[in-house]
């Protein structure tokens, strides 16, 4: 192969359509816009607009609330864990924290305000752990096998891309 005969896939450059290039093109004269009017001219911005109806958004009542200091927790099963403990990815005798979690890869992406224990999936061993949040069934799961939480305040876990 030599650098004359590369090529890009094909379809991986998309050639845009060409308006207003005369009657043969198909897209010629008015460009597919239509005769006059203001969907016709440039800079047009008509959405939500409902020929002077009061618009559906302005119809319709306001529902709901968005609680901007909502904290969220990321989330870790029990069965994630019981895995990384067998691959050496978290030491068996140490207490597990957030941190350690974090670098095990059970921790994604994301902004989170902690880290959340869930009960899917079983635990053999009795570990401890130091985290923000433990569900029911999990903490009941973990202290069945004889292990220990200890629940931190709510610190942001810093996401890192790695």
Known sequence: M?????????G?????????????????????????????????????????????????PKRGFKNIFRKVYAPVNLGAVEQALANGK???????????????????TGKY????????????????FEVSGVSASAKAAIEKVGGSIKLLAAAPVEASAS
Do not use: C, H, M, W
């Open 12 to 60: 991986a450059r998309y050639r845009k359509k060409r308006l207003g290039r005369g009657i043969g093109s198909g897209k010629g004269k008015t460009s597919g816009k239509g005769v006059k009017g203001q969907k016709a001219r440039e800079g047009v911005s008509l959405n939500g607009f409902e020929g002077g109806q009061l618009p559906i958004y302005r119809r319709l």
């Open 90 to 108: 978290l030491e068996n005798g140490a207490t597990i924290t957030e941190e350690a979690l974090k670098k095990a890869g059970l921790v994604g």
């Open 2 to 10: 030599r650098l004359n005969e590369l090529r890009d896939n094909e």
């Open 113 to 128: 305000a902690g880290v959340r224990i869930l009960g899917k999936g079983e635990l053999t061993k009795g570990v401890s």
